[in-house]
């Protein structure tokens, strides 16, 4: 059997994500990039660490992915980001990046968490959204300014509304 042609960037596969570990760590980051997630909740939980001892840690949860162990410095840079109490995160959003500690004698990969607020994403537009969109800045009840403030167009979502404009002016 011939070896397989190395994957591309885009869907190579990190060996942790096969033993399914059950908290997020630095081998979730795409391709090694940032990652801006949002925080569901923060609360203490005891756990079960490797080798059966049981731990007590904060533990972060996050919208879309797996929950993060937090420890001292990253509670440190939410905290300056958004004041001391966990209740507060809720919600907010935060940059992970990859770095590396020293644990038990050898550097280790993990989790850090960026010092600034992450800059709003313009989500995508659908197109029947687009479509209602478009229909009210006919009607004057929406305008061009909004849709392309609140939204990331496509080149060919931004012909629709450059043509649309043609035709109101």
Known sequence: MEPQAAASEEVRTHWKKLV?????????????????????????????????KKEVHSIMYLKGQKPMILNATNSKSIHKLYGPYIEDWAGKQITLYGSTAKLGGEMV??????????????????GQRLTAALEQIRAGTYTVAKLRASFDLTADQQILVNDLQKELA
């Open 109 to 126: 990969e993990c989790l850090r968490i960026r010092p600034s607020i992450p800059a709003k994403v313009k989500q995508k537009i659908t």
């Open 20 to 52: 399914d570990p059950r908290y997020i760590g630095a081998y979730a980051l795409p391709n090694g990039n940032d990652l801006v997630v949002t925080i569901e909740m923060v609360r203490s939980e005891e756990i079960t660490m490797m080798g059966g």
